[in-house]
């Protein structure tokens, strides 16, 4: 990697989540964990296992430096079946000996088995922590995100490759595949999430679904679909 290993920190009530870019593709590996219990998810172990274990051990020295549970990984989750998402994933799980996650319909295209697969609307345990997945067909067929709640703080999205600041995932010219994908992100992501729900892609920064929501029209016409009455794109809550 020719740029510096730079790691992140969102710390919100119960949970954490720690991230940094681990290739010069600008992958962003995360790693979330549940503070009372330890308990960590590390989701999209895309390249570079040192740098994720750097990850792995910044968390647990946090920990251990506030007298708090210690850190330790139950899980590798994938977003996606593109390789330079899963290029680390074998290392990862032998390294920390722990079982994978991936969307059903993309886990027969990653390296090794998969030993949970997921679907839209599933959950997984993560210490106390309830982890809502949402399936995001187009970019992939077996794409997901994962949604983090914590009471009295904004909701936090991990989306993959499926929602950028600035755009939907690459449907590589399928205008079908784009028509899903925006569809999905319009009525599982804009449609149920405040504008304030803070989103982490697999590439790149940050953004929240208020900046963005604006712009879904535009999104419409690069697509070529024709745009919508703005206010159907608002917030409706679950």
Not at 57 to 68: P, S
Not at 216 to 238: H, I, Q, Y
Request: negative net charge; contains cysteine; proline residues 6%.
């Amino acid at each position: 990697m020719s740029h510096p290993f730079s790691p992140k920190l969102d710390a919100f009530g119960n949970l954490e989540l720690h991230y940094a870019e681990v290739n010069d593709y600008e992958n962003n590996c995360y790693v979330i964990v549940d503070v009372p219990t330890g308990a960590a998810l590390i989701v999209d172990a895309a390249d570079n296992l040192p740098a994720i274990t750097e990850l792995v051990d910044l968390a647990g020295r946090r920990a251990t430096d506030a007298g708090a549970a210690q850190v330790h990984v139950v899980g590798v989750l994938t977003t996606h079946r593109h390789q330079d998402h899963w290029q680390a994933l074998e290392a990862t799980k032998a390294h920390f000996e722990v079982p994978s996650y991936a969307g059903a319909e993309d886990a027969g295209e990653l390296p090794g088995a998969t030993e949970h697969t997921l679907d839209d609307g599933d959950t997984i345990a993560l210490g106390g922590q309830q982890i809502e997945i949402i399936g995001l067909r187009g970019h992939t067929p077996g794409s997901v995100a994962l949604a983090l709640r914590v009471p009295e703080h904004p909701v936090r999205l991990i989306t993959g490759d499926s929602l950028f600041p600035g755009g939907i995932g690459n449907t590589f010219g399928d205008t079908d595949a784009y028509a899903q994908l925006l569809g999905d992100v319009v009525e599982r992501v804009f449609h149920r999430f405040a504008d304030d729900t803070i989103f982490y892609p697999g590439h790149g920064l940050p953004s929240t679904l208020g900046r963005e929501r604006g712009f879904l029209n535009a999104w419409r016409l690069t697509g070529g679909l024709p745009p919508a009455d703005p206010g159907s794109d608002a917030f409706r809550g679950e």
